[in-house]
């Protein structure tokens, strides 16, 4: 009896013995590997440092069971391929201050445990589609003051569990559709202090979780509230630093916002509408503005507090609704009265609305007056415009004038003209504004700009002639401004594009000529931008598109032919455009894609839209050769029963067939296996046949083609006669 009782503790024992002896194994192999020279290791090597060693490349003999290295302050240049595949352990990696200026495709692979990753201040200008492959875990990515200029569309696209995201103080410009792709976990997103002026309708696409987003310090002239109507889950947006000039309604349509930034622009107007679609708004910061005069806010009826400090706000009968709707809120409001005299820098707290009254008070508008007039003649600003000289802009909008005002200062770097009556632009116009960067030009009644009308302006980038009535321009329009990037013709009654439009600007980068009447594109409508990144012609009458049309911008990456009179896909038009991105095509009446319809830029496109047309066909080679790169397909809203084989469709991350009325009948049996090896929703549903009606295609049990099973059967018999007849006689 003793005996069986010592042979289990005697199992026990050996069984400990055996841990003992492997955990000792693996300590031993742990201190065995050496620390390299240069760096300094603690006792089990698991926290390496190699800081401040002048290294130009990355140490070779790290220990393998490396979790946490730090690298800055080197000068490594280039992160190779490949770099950290001896070191898989990692989990912590520090890069910052080592002149990086190029990551290698695949330099992180093998890190499949790195939770944090440090490239901030470095010299990285592009961030490339597989600089990131491998990052499985990473949730911590800080690459704050480099230089990246772009981003490709799929760099993130990897990095599925990454929170924060750091890309303060770079040079970017243009936010194009979906590029933070991939990040659902995301929570939190700096973009400050980069020089940020256009944000695409889908470049926050497919970013559930992002909780903060700051915006501050850019170049953003107006909201792009149709991009941001995407952040579902927000709940802070900082938009501070921004040269905005006013909000209008429904500007801000987030509706899980709580926190909102709005702080040291050049606001001078805000809709009284402007947040009443974001109901979760608990604090709006507008301190630091031009804003002069405020109305009740409609719709924010969760709001605590409104910081309007450093407004010029007078405290009279005009402020009286606005502080009743506070009062009757309990919402603190931090605003300090800039007037009348007996208010004069009173906490609105302090006062009663009761007390806000308008009267004659001579001696406040003598102050007033001698106050801008001596501003004026300080700082050169015309005397119809406002002008705020800490970030050098000039205000001139809606006040009814006629003609370009003069005597701007000379260090202007913004001069905003939009709602005058202008009519004309006279050669000339803005001489001696050197400095001038960008130019609001829109709503003015223009049909006539002479040539040398921006002349003297070498530094002007941005330039918006929206909502005018410019059907023509000639190329000398734009003499002496060939810095011009950013070109708005948005709106106006162009019928087409004028040949040589354009030629004296070889620096356009991105041409807004949506809503015109433009009916056809043809030959050296484009010449002279041959660094045009993106064309803008949504919702034309473009019904033909010459073969050469394209051809003198080879570098085009995104391209919106939306919602014009096309009959087919402009196919001959699209050769040469080897770095097209973006396609759009929708709502044209195109009935039918014919085979190798983008084959021309079926190596570089990511995103097609091919949704809200008369779509009722796609030959079976539609789509030959866009498998490998595509990352987003729209095909909602047509008239669709069956589409071509999608197998090859591996990587796509966006994908839309919604309101088709697909036959669900053995025909259509590929899409349904392709659907189901998707982790994506793709809103297909079953139009027919009656049974399955409704029901989705992922989900559908496919009901047989008539004749069918019949055909199998022959096709057995038949493969049995033959082998009767092929089989040897004895």
């Known amino acids: 009896m003793s005996s069986l009782l010592v042979t289990p503790l005697q199992g026990i024992m050996k069984m400990l013995q055996l841990h003992c002896f492997l955990a000792l194994s693996l300590t031993s192999v742990v201190f065995s590997d050496p620390c390299p020279q240069v760096c300094i290791c603690d006792n089990i090597k698991t926290f390496v440092t190699c800081?401040?060693?002048?290294?130009?490349?990355?140490?070779?003999?790290?220990?393998?069971?490396?979790?946490?290295?730090?690298?800055?302050?080197?000068?490594?240049?280039?992160?190779?391929?490949?770099?950290?595949?001896?070191?898989?352990?990692?989990?912590?990696?520090?890069?910052?201050?080592?002149?990086?200026?190029?990551?290698?495709?695949?330099?992180?692979?093998?890190?499949?445990?790195?939770?944090?990753?440090?490239?901030?201040?470095?010299?990285?200008?592009?961030?490339q589609q597989e600089s990131f492959d491998g990052l499985s875990s990473l949730e911590q990515l800080i690459l704050e003051k480099n230089r990246i200029e772009e981003i490709k569309p799929g760099a993130f696209s990897q990095l599925g569990f990454l929170s924060i995201l750091n890309l303060e103080d770079n040079f970017l410009v243009y936010l194009p559709d979906m590029v933070f792709q991939g990040l659902l976990q995301l929570k939190l997103m700096s973009?400050?202090?980069?020089?940020?002026?256009?944000?695409?309708?889908?470049?926050?696409?497919?970013?559930p979780n992002l909780k903060r987003l700051s915006l501050d310090h850019n170049e953003l002239q107006y909201l792009p509230t149709e991009a941001f109507s995407r952040l579902s889950g927000l709940t802070r947006l900082e938009l501070g630093w921004n040269p905005m000039t006013f909000i209008v309604e429904e500007a801000i349509q987030m509706a899980s916002l709580k926190q909102l930034l709005l702080n040291n622009m050049a606001l001078q107007d805000v809709s009284y509408k402007a947040?009443?679609?974001?109901?979760?708004?608990?604090?709006?910061?507008?301190?630091?503005?031009?804003?002069?005069?405020?109305?009740?806010?409609?719709?924010?009826?969760?709001?605590?507090?409104?910081?309007?400090?450093?407004?010029?706000?007078?405290?009279?009968?005009?402020?009286?609704?606005?502080?009743?709707?506070?009062?009757?809120?309990?919402?603190?409001?931090?605003?300090?009265?800039?007037?009348?005299?007996?208010?004069?820098?009173?906490?609105?707290?302090?006062?009663?609305?009761?007390?806000?009254?308008?009267?004659?008070?001579?001696?406040?508008?003598?102050?007033?007056?001698?106050?801008?007039?001596?501003?004026?003649?300080?700082?050169?600003?015309?005397?119809?415009?406002?002008?705020?000289?800490?970030?050098?802009?000039?205000?001139?909008?809606?006040?009814?004038?006629?003609?370009?005002?003069?005597?701007?200062?000379?260090?202007?770097?913004?001069?905003?003209?939009r709602k005058n009556s202008f009519h004309s632009i006279p050669k000339g116009s803005f001489l001696?504004?050197?400095?001038?960067?960008?130019?609001?030009?829109?709503?003015?009644?223009?049909?006539?700009?002479?040539?040398?009308?921006?002349?003297?302006?070498?530094?002007?980038?941005?330039?918006?002639?929206?909502?005018?009535?410019?059907?023509?321009?000639?190329?000398?329009?734009?003499?002496?401004a060939t810095k011009i990037g950013y070109l708005f013709l948005d709106h106006n009654k162009f019928t087409n594009i004028p040949k040589e439009t354009f030629k004296l600007l070889p620096n356009l980068f991105s041409l807004h000529m949506q809503k015109n009447s433009i009916d056809s594109l043809s030959n050296n409508n484009l010449l002279g931008t041959q660094n045009l990144r993106w064309l803008y012609l949504t919702g034309n009458k473009i019904n033909s598109i010459a073969p050469t049309a394209f051809r003198n911008v080879k570098d085009l990456e995104g391209l919106y032919l939306d919602d014009n009179a096309l009959?087919?896909?402009?196919?001959?038009?699209?050769?040469?455009?080897?770095?097209?991105?973006?396609?759009?095509?929708?709502?044209n009446p195109i009935t039918n894609v014919g085979n190798?319809?983008?084959?021309?830029?079926?190596?570089?496109?990511?995103?097609?839209?091919?949704?809200?047309?008369?779509?009722?066909?796609?030959?079976?080679?539609?789509?030959?050769?866009?498998?490998?790169n595509m990352k987003s397909l729209f095909l909602e809203n047509n008239k669709l029963q069956n589409l071509p084989n999608m197998k090859n469709f591996k990587d796509l991350e966006v994908i839309n067939?919604?309101?088709?009325?697909?036959?669900?009948?053995?025909?259509?049996?590929?899409?349904?296996?392709?659907?189901?090896?998707?982790?994506?929703?793709?809103?297909?549903?079953?139009?027919?046949?009656?049974?399955?009606?409704?029901?989705?295609?992922?989900?559908?049990?496919?009901?047989?083609?008539?004749?069918?099973?019949?055909?199998?059967?022959?096709?057995?018999?038949?493969?049995?006669?033959?082998?009767?007849?092929n089989k040897p006689t004895k």
Request: charged share 20%; hydrophobic share 35%.
């Open 51 to 127: 800081a401040k060693k002048n290294l130009t490349e990355i140490p070779a003999d790290l220990p393998q069971y490396t979790q946490k290295l730090i690298l800055h302050r080197n000068e490594l240049k280039v992160i190779p391929s490949g770099a950290f595949l001896s070191t898989s352990y990692l989990t912590h990696l520090s890069l910052q201050n080592c002149s990086i200026e190029k990551i290698e495709e695949g330099s992180f692979r093998g890190l499949g445990r790195l939770r944090y990753l440090n490239l901030g201040s470095n010299c990285i200008s592009f961030i």
């Open 191 to 207: 973009l400050s202090k980069n020089m940020i002026s256009i944000v695409s309708l889908e470049t926050f696409a497919a970013l």
């Open 275 to 417: 947040f009443e679609k974001s109901k979760q708004l608990s604090f709006i910061d507008m301190s630091n503005n031009q804003i002069r005069s405020i109305q009740p806010l409609s719709g924010v009826e969760q709001l605590k507090r409104l910081d309007l400090t450093g407004n010029m706000i007078i405290c009279d009968c005009f402020l009286r609704p606005f502080k009743e709707w506070a009062d009757s809120l309990r919402l603190k409001v931090d605003l300090f009265c800039a007037g009348p005299t007996h208010f004069l820098a009173d906490h609105l707290d302090s006062l009663r609305a009761i007390d806000l009254k308008c009267g004659n008070f001579p001696e406040d508008i003598y102050k007033i007056t001698m106050v801008t007039e001596k501003s004026d003649e300080k700082n050169s600003c015309p005397q119809s415009c406002d002008c705020k000289t800490d970030v050098k802009h000039a205000i001139c909008e809606n006040k009814s004038l006629q003609k370009i005002p003069r005597g701007f200062h000379m260090d202007t770097t913004l001069i905003d003209l």
């Open 596 to 628: 190798g319809a983008f084959l021309p830029v079926s190596q570089s496109l990511q995103q097609l839209y091919l949704n809200d047309m008369r779509l009722q066909q796609l030959s079976s080679g539609a789509f030959v050769g866009l498998s490998k």
């Open 432 to 480: 001696d504004l050197k400095n001038v960067a960008s130019l609001h030009l829109q709503n003015c009644e223009i049909n006539d700009i002479q040539p040398g009308a921006f002349i003297g302006m070498i530094n002007l980038v941005y330039v918006y002639l929206s909502h005018n009535k410019i059907s023509s321009l000639s190329p000398e329009v734009f003499q002496g």
């Open 657 to 725: 067939l919604a309101n088709n009325p697909f036959n669900c009948d053995c025909r259509l049996l590929h899409l349904h296996r392709w659907i189901s090896s998707l982790n994506l929703k793709v809103g297909a549903n079953c139009a027919a046949p009656k049974s399955l009606r409704g029901q989705k295609v992922r989900n559908a049990k496919f009901a047989s083609c008539p004749g069918w099973e019949g055909n199998k059967d022959r096709r057995k018999i038949s493969s049995i006669s033959t082998s009767k007849k």
């Open 567 to 587: 009959s087919e896909v402009p196919t001959l038009a699209l050769k040469g455009m080897l770095k097209l991105t973006e396609l759009r095509l929708s709502k």
